[in-house]
């Protein structure tokens, strides 16, 4: 796979990396798990040369960090680009782990060391500041990340679902390396104001859900599509009347994929890949078919006539989540 890299000075990776979330969290929750297949999975993603790897505290939570460091304990974390997350889990009264924000320095502090040890490695090479905790200043939040980043324990830090003015301010505080957020052909959001903020200021765009979570491959045509169990369900875009509109638009990159021998996710990757230098989309996948799949769509080229084509796709029906 062709490489670029987290900004001008950051790290090297392969044009598209793996979103390990949906291996323990959110996607069809009622199926179980083959945790040798997805330890594969993960193998084969950096074998194709997808090495930046995603994951998070809270996908589980805890669990998606503790598979994904049992992973690379078999091998290959010389390979991986390693990013984590944290800000979106927090404990309740009993100390348990539970969804909530929680930007607080102390938490940060102590949340890296424990996302360290359940991915077995002495640093990652992002740490992200998850979701921004409106009731803590982020110049605070992103003190305690450039802290990892001192003490070694994190070679880089990076802000997810921000605004211009929020990075801005925590660029006051340390150098961000790369924004995540929803990116892809039914999500754009961001390309009025944060995208073009990154391009000038040489940041690396993450998106996730680069596929519509999953909606932009063409497998959901009706909402019994979805497995039981599956967080798609509560979401507005996938509801029956919604998804009646918005068959139309994964109709339109279908057409497309055949008319050049592509898949659709390959069209709808390649779109994404399209939007600049340093954007590095970042599909999940728990089957080694689609982990292919992915991988093939940096291959993918799209022409200008293309990408008008796609361009000019309509906003889906129904808000991003709910």
């Known amino acids: ?7 001008p000075d950051g790290p090297e990776v392969g044009v598209i990396g793996l979103g390990c979330m949906g291996m323990s969290f959110g996607y069809d929750q009622a199926t179980p798990r083959d945790e040798a297949e997805l330890i594969s999975v993960i193998h084969q993603a950096l074998d194709q040369g997808m090495t930046l ?3 998070s505290d809270v996908y589980g939570p805890l669990t998606n960090e503790e598979l994904l460091g049992r992973a690379l304990a078999q091998g290959g974390r010389e390979r991986a680009v390693l990013a984590t997350k944290v800000g979106a889990l927090t404990r309740n009264a009993q100390g348990e782990p539970v969804p909530g924000l929680n930007n607080r320095p ?3 502090r102590r949340s890296i060391d424990e996302s360290l040890g359940r991915l077995g490695t002495d640093h990652v090479d992002l740490y992200y500041l998850h979701r921004v905790d ?9 003190g305690a ?3 990892a980043v001192e003490a070694g324990k994190a070679r880089a830090i990076g802000l997810s679902e921000v605004n211009v003015e929020q990075i801005k301010r925590a660029q006051s505080v340390h150098p961000v390396t790369a924004v995540q957020s929803e990116l892809s052909l039914w999500t754009r959001d961001w390309m009025t104001e944060v995208l073009p903020y990154c391009k000038e200021q ?7 859900s680069p596929l519509g979570k999953g909606f932009l491959t063409g497998r959901f045509t009706s909402f019994d599509d979805l497995p039981q169990d599956d967080f798609r369900r509560g979401l507005a875009r996938f509801q029956q009347d919604a998804l009646r509109v918005n068959f139309a638009l994964a109709e339109k990159v279908r057409q497309l994929a055949e008319r050049i021998g592509a898949t659709p996710a390959q069209v ?3 779109w ?5 230098e340093y954007v590095v989309p970042i599909p999940g996948t728990k089957t080694p078919k689609y982990l292919l799949d992915n991988a093939g769509a940096a291959d993918v080229q799209l022409s200008a006539e293309d990408l008008a084509e796609l361009d000019a796709l309509p906003t889906p029906q129904g808000g991003r989540y709910y």
Do not use: C, K, N
């Not at 409106?134 to 992103?142: M, N």
């Not at 994404?272 to 600049?276: E, H, I, K, N, S």
């Open 1 to 7: 796979m062709r490489t670029t890299t987290l900004g």
């Open 53 to 55: 790897l995603d994951t």
């Open 106 to 108: 102390e938490h940060i």
């Open 134 to 142: 409106p009731s803590v200043p982020i110049e605070e939040s992103v």
């Open 145 to 147: 990340l450039a802290e």
């Open 202 to 208: 040489g940041i690396a765009f993450v998106p996730y």
């Open 268 to 270: 709808a990757l390649a």
């Open 272 to 276: 994404v890949l399209a939007q600049g």
